[in-house]
C-alpha cells in the first residue's frame, strides 16, 4: 500500500498545483472586477499583482515543504512554527470554510455553466422550500461524485486529475489564441484607452461615477478577492506530501511551477478577453459585445467571448469546456483536503476516524465528512458570498505562514536577505489588503475571523480528550 501512495511525481504535483487553481474563477470573476474597477490598466493591475502574491507564496511554501515534507502540509508548518493551537485552528477553518467553501463554490460555477447548457432544468428558480434551487442540488450531486472518485485511492484520483488538468489547460490556450486573433485583427481596438481614468459601477445609479484616490485604493483591493480566490488552492498540494516520491524536491518544484504557468495563463486570458470585448457594457445590452466584459451575462464571461466571435456554438463550447476545468478543480481540492484532516487525526486534534485509510490508501472518513459538509455549504448561499467567507481566512493563514520562515528556529538561517525583502513585500501587501477587507467587507471578514476564533474551544476539548487516552 505505501508503494501506491508514494508513486506521484513532479509532474503530478505540478499538475495537481495547476488543477485545484484553475476552476471556475478565471471564467467568471473578471466581470465584477470590471465593474469594481472600470480602467484596463487597474483591471489587469489586479492579476498581475495576484500573480506576484501567489508565486512568492507558492516559492515560500516550497521551502517550508523541504524542511516539513509530512502529510499535513501547512498544518504541521504552523504547528512547528508556533503552537499545536495555531496548525488546529487553520485546519478547523479549512474544514469549516477554506476547503469545504472552496469545493462549495467552484461545484456552484459547475452548475452555473451547466445551466448555460440546459437553462429550463438547472437554474435558479427555488424547487425545494421556496429556497433550494436545481444548480444548488446539481453542486451537490458533483461533490458527491468526486468524493466517491477519491474513495477509490491516490492513483485513480491522480489519473483523473491529470486527465482533465491537461483537457482544460487545453481549452484556456485556445481561448487565448482566439483572443489574440481577434485582438490583431481589430487592431487592438479595446486597449486605445488603456490608461483612462478609472471609474466604478454605482449599483444604484446604474452608472459609471468617477473615483478619488483613497476610494481607487480601497477598490483596489475589494476588486483583488475574485483574481486572489481564483489563484488559491495551490497549497493544497503540500497537504498530500507523503503521497509523492521525494516530497522534499518534488513538492517544492511543483508549487512554483504549478503555480506560475497558471497566473501567465490568467494574465494571457484577461488580455484575450479585451481583445474579444470592451471593458465596459450596457448591461441591457442585446448581444454579449454589447455588455461587455463589464456585463456578462451572470458573469459567464467565457462564455460571452466566444459567443461574441462565434455565436451560440462558441458560447456553448466553452461552457462545455469550463464545465470540464470545474470538474478537475473539484477533484483536486476534494484529494488534497481529506489529507489534511488524516493528518490532524493522528495528532488527536480532529475526529479519530479522519486518521483511517480504506483498502485503496483513501483518508474515507475524511473525504466523506468533507464533502458533507461541503455539500450543506451549497445550500448557504451564492458563488459571491462563498467568495467572501473564504478569501480573509485565506489570506490570514498566507500570512501566518510566510511569516513563520522568518523564525530561525523554522528556516535555521537559510533564508537569504533577498528573500527575506521579497517577502517582506508580500506580508505588507497581505496586510494591507486584509485591512482594506475588513474595512470594506467588514460583515463578511468578522464572519470569516470568527469562523477562525470559534476554533479555540473545540481546540481545547480536542486536548482534553488527548489527555484521556
Known amino acids: 500500500m505505501n508503494q501506491q501512495i508514494k508513486k506521484l511525481n513532479t509532474l503530478d504535483a505540478s499538475m495537481l498545483v495547476m488543477g485545484s487553481m484553475i476552476g471556475s474563477g478565471i471564467f467568471l ?8 474597477i472600470s480602467s484596463p490598466y487597474m483591471w489587469l493591475g489586479t492579476w498581475i499583482l495576484t500573480s506576484f502574491l501567489t508565486i512568492t507564496g507558492a516559492y515560500a511554501y516550497g521551502k517550508l515543504s523541504t524542511l516539513f515534507p509530512q502529510t499535513g502540509g501547512q498544518y504541521i508548518y504552523l504547528k512547528e512554527a508556533y503552537s499545536p493551537m495555531t496548525g488546529f485552528l487553520f ?7 477554506i476547503q469545504t467553501g ?61 486527465l482533465f488538468t491537461f483537457t482544460k489547460i487545453g481549452a484556456i490556450i485556445v481561448l487565448i489564441f482566439i483572443g489574440f486573433y481577434v ?25 459609471l461615477i468617477p473615483i478619488d484616490t483613497f476610494t481607487l485604493a480601497s477598490l483596489f483591493g475589494v476588486a483583488m478577492i475574485g483574481p486572489l480566490f481564483s489563484s488559491s488552492a495551490w497549497n493544497n498540494v503540500t497537504f498530500a506530501s507523503q503521497d509523492f516520491e521525494d516530497p522534499q524536491k518534488t513538492i517544492a518544484k511543483g508549487l512554483v511551477y504549478g503555480s506560475a504557468l497558471v497566473c501567465l495563463l ?3 486570458t484577461n488580455i484575450a478577453y479585451l481583445g474579444i470585448l470592451p471593458l465596459d457594457g450596457d448591461p441591457n445590452g442585446s448581444t454579449a459585445y454589447e455588455r461587455g466584459i463589464m456585463f456578462a451575462s451572470q458573469d459567464r464571461l467565457g462564455s ?5 466571435v462565434f455565436g451560440t456554438i462558441g458560447a456553448t463550447l466553452m461552457a462545455v469546456f469550463i464545465m470540464i476545468s470545474t470538474f478537475g478543480c473539484n477533484n483536486g481540492i476534494i484529494l488534497a483536503g481529506g489529507r489534511l484532516f488524516e493528518a490532524m487525526a493522528k495528532d488527536k486534534l480532529f475526529f479519530a476516524k479522519a486518521a483511517y485509510l480504506n483498502k485503496n490508501g483513501a483518508p474515507s472518513y475524511s473525504l466523506v465528512i468533507q464533502g458533507v459538509w461541503a455539500i450543506l455549504l451549497c445550500f448557504s448561499g451564492g458563488y459571491g458570498t462563498l467568495l467572501d467567507f473564504t478569501v480573509f481566512a485565506i489570506l490570514l493563514f498566507y500570512f501566518l505562514t510566510v511569516l513563520s520562515l522568518y523564525k530561525e528556529k523554522i528556516s535555521k538561517g537559510l533564508l537569504s536577505n ?14 494591507a ?37
Open 433 to 469: 489588503i486584509s485591512a482594506n477587507l475588513l474595512y470594506v467587507k467588514t460583515l463578511s471578514s468578522t464572519i470569516g475571523l470568527g469562523l477562525v476564533l470559534s476554533g479555540v474551544p473545540f481546540y481545547y476539548v480536542m486536548k482534553r480528550n488527548q489527555s484521556k487516552d
Open 91 to 97: 485546519g478547523w477553518t479549512t474544514f469549516l470554510v
Open 266 to 268: 490568467y494574465i494571457l
Open 183 to 207: 485582438g490583431f485583427q481589430n487592431d487592438w481596438l479595446h486597449f486605445d484607452q488603456f490608461f483612462r481614468e478609472v471609474k466604478t459601477f454605482d449599483t444604484s445609479s446604474q452608472q
Open 102 to 162: 472552496t469545493i462549495a463554490a467552484v461545484a456552484v460555477a459547475f452548475a452555473k455553466y451547466t445551466g448555460f447548457l440546459f437553462p429550463n432544468v438547472i437554474n435558479e428558480n427555488a424547487v425545494l422550500f421556496n429556497y433550494i434551487n436545481s444548480q444548488q442540488l446539481l453542486a451537490a450531486a458533483l461533490i458527491a461524485l468526486l468524493t466517491n472518485f477519491n474513495l477509490k485511492g491516490i492513483s485513480f484520483a491522480s489519473f483523473i486529475q491529470n
Open 418 to 431: 533577498s528573500n527575506k525583502l521579497l517577502l517582506a513585500i508580500y506580508l505588507i501587501i497581505l496586510v
Open 304 to 308: 460571452a467571448a466566444l459567443q461574441s
Open 29 to 36: 470573476v473578471s466581470s465584477e472586477v470590471a465593474r469594481q
